[in-house]
């Protein structure tokens, strides 16, 4: 098996059998009985406790994730994900009794949360631990085999991943394969009892595809242009603080749902652009450059990517708060541009860095058409005081998930699901969702040899019809 996780030699042959072997260790029961799942999941818990600093510094190379950022999103979220399953696993796992019908009378009914078997989890590079870690989480919980495939841009984290949960965990029922996309395509291949996808809609569709082959499920946890309505009716030092913090202090934008662009009233937008730009100073100082408190861009290509966004000709003269770049710290700082054309660049795609467009409306509700003519994002965010337009847009705008007054923290909420609709994705998990995402649902109806009424059977006599 050693050869198999050499990096660049995995291939098909060698993910064929790790499937197989994983599958034999699921065969064998093993990973079913609550005992396995919460050694796993305590063993887990015990990893993120003992190897927090090494997950910091892993990060920190990666993508100069400030250490605190660090700490909260893949540390400290990612512990409460575990110990959240590890309390809640014996209820989870018990099985919940329905009412029957009164035709099958005298019986009993309940659903059985099943384990699904041996299941795969590629993750990407922005939170490189968390988006790893809590689907394993979810996928241990339900009795699952896994094997994670993390991201090859987060080459750090993706090789601490591979040495801590080796290290840590049952490695008969739980794997790490390292690589990009030669090694995926090949785990692709294989028949997988469910597969979880992180990324982009791109890829998204080549994994739908490959499951297609073996009718495998998928969930897709993909991303798009997460818009945030600004009303002016609201408290403009807090909304501006927020939306910062759902931007540039979140991974200097490079997250699922950090806000992609705003959407705010034609009058009211000079006075949200000077809140932003003193609260920005607030946060990063007058030079964003020194700053140790953002991220910076994870690759060349990724800055590449971001710079041909600001170097469309349609956006020339919008930009209202230019960003330095440094292309060789991989660092752009906060960036405004005001009213760029929806046929720009910057409104076509999902921005995925320090970039913020301002679109400006003469009715607020004019930004519910906007938000309407684009792919259903991963997350929409509403400013505002108006509880009737809180309720609109609850109502109204179809979102994976939303937010009111602020913005990402509908991630950390226990109890809320977490996915994408539309191009956003397909299926959610976190806590009991994760659970029940990798687990079967299986209908199971008890009866008695009492009560055995010819009436269901042959012959059909008259008598029987007429009833
Ligand atoms: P990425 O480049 O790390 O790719 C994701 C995964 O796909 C990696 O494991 C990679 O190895 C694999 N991959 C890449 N090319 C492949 C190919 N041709 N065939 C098979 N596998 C391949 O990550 P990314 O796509 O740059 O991530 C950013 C995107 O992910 C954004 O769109 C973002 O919104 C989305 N995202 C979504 C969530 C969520 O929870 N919904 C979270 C984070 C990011």
Redesign the pocket.
Known sequence: MEEAKEKGVFNEEKACLVVKELRKSFDSGKTRSYKWRISQLEAMAKMIEEREKDIIEAVDKDLSKPQLEAYIAEVSQTKSSCSEAIKALHQWMKPTKVKTAITTYPSSAEIVSEPLGVVLI??????PFL?SLDPVIGAIAAGNAVVL??????PASSALLADMLTKYLDNSAVRVIE???P???AL?EQKWDKIL???????GR??MAAATKHLTPVIL????KCPALVDSNLNLQVAARRLIAGKWACNNG????SVDYIITLKHFAPTLINALKEELEQFFGKDPMKSKDMSRIVSSS?FSRLLKLLNDDKISDKIVLEGQKDEDQLKIAPTIILDAPDDSLVMQE?I?GPIMPIITVDKIEDGFDIIKSKPKP?AAYLFTNNEDLKKSFVENISS?GMLINDTVLQVVTPGLP???VGE??MGSYHGKFSFDEFSHKKGVLYRSFKGDSSMRYPPYTPKKQSL
């Open positions: 590629i993750s990407t590079w922005n939170f988006l495939k993390p991201s090859e841009v987060a690589g990009g996309a090694q995926t395509t692709l996808y992180t990324g982009n809609a791109r890829v080549i994994v946890e993909l991303g798009g490079q997250a699922c749902i990724h999902e995925f991963l994976g977490f996915g994408g956003s994705g």
